[in-house]
């Protein structure tokens, strides 16, 4: 049953007590509610999740990360048509959408109007990492190197998937340098290369501790 509001409607009154109580529950529930993680793909489930739960166990239960059981694309793009509809839904529980911090991520979030959100909605991407400052990288292959050129490059911003945050023993050849990152296509949206990435195991936990750290102190 729905109450209209009119002049002279005795109703009226009971409308205007009604809305701050309801506001204020609504309000309430919010503040109570776990937050919820919002990712590209399912390796950045399966990587932050357990390291959640690993270095801050006390945190485990007020948090929630996307089931891609039931939400089998991924990819940036595919995230921010996620948050577009939680906030068109107008979901209360605090949102963090973490994106990559590499070009396919800037791509995506370029037509994403962040101002428009409302403020229970945050865009994050992964924190810029001191190893990626200097990082060895592949290609693109040219009519003089054919498999592409060693040299070493500032990636963040570029090439920063989940798999860079992994430790530099996760990241390392069996010769002791590190796996490169291979480009792969141009973007001219955002004029600067896409990489390629590899999933391997994570054993330092430096990186994905800042990402953790970035996403808990996201919503001070």
Known sequence: MYVHEAEGDPDSELLQLCSPARESLH???????????????STDVTVPKPALELLYPHLTDLARFMDYGSRPQGGA???????????????TNPVIAL???????????RPLARDTLPPNI???????????????????AS???????????????LAGSIELYLGTDALSLPDGSLRPVQW???????????HDPSPIDAQDWAGVRAILDAVIHALE
Do not use: M, W
């Not at 810029?128 to 990082?135: D, I, K, Q, V, W």
């Not at 054919?146 to 990636?155: E, S």
């Open 27 to 41: 309000n309430t529930a919010a503040e109570h509610a776990p937050l919820v993680v919002l990712t590209e793909g």
């Open 184 to 194: 792969r296509n141009y973007s001219s949206a955002c004029q600067q290369y896409q």
């Open 99 to 109: 994106f990559d911090n590499d070009t396919a991520a800037s791509e995506a979030l």
């Open 77 to 91: 793009g595919s995230l921010v048509t996620t948050v577009r509809a939680f906030a068109t839904a107008g979901i």
């Open 143 to 157: 009519a003089d190197t054919p498999t592409g050129r060693t040299t070493r490059a500032d990636v963040n911003g």
């Open 122 to 140: 945050k865009i994050l991407q992964y924190p810029p990492r001191e190893l990626a400052s200097n990082y060895p990288t592949l290609g693109p």
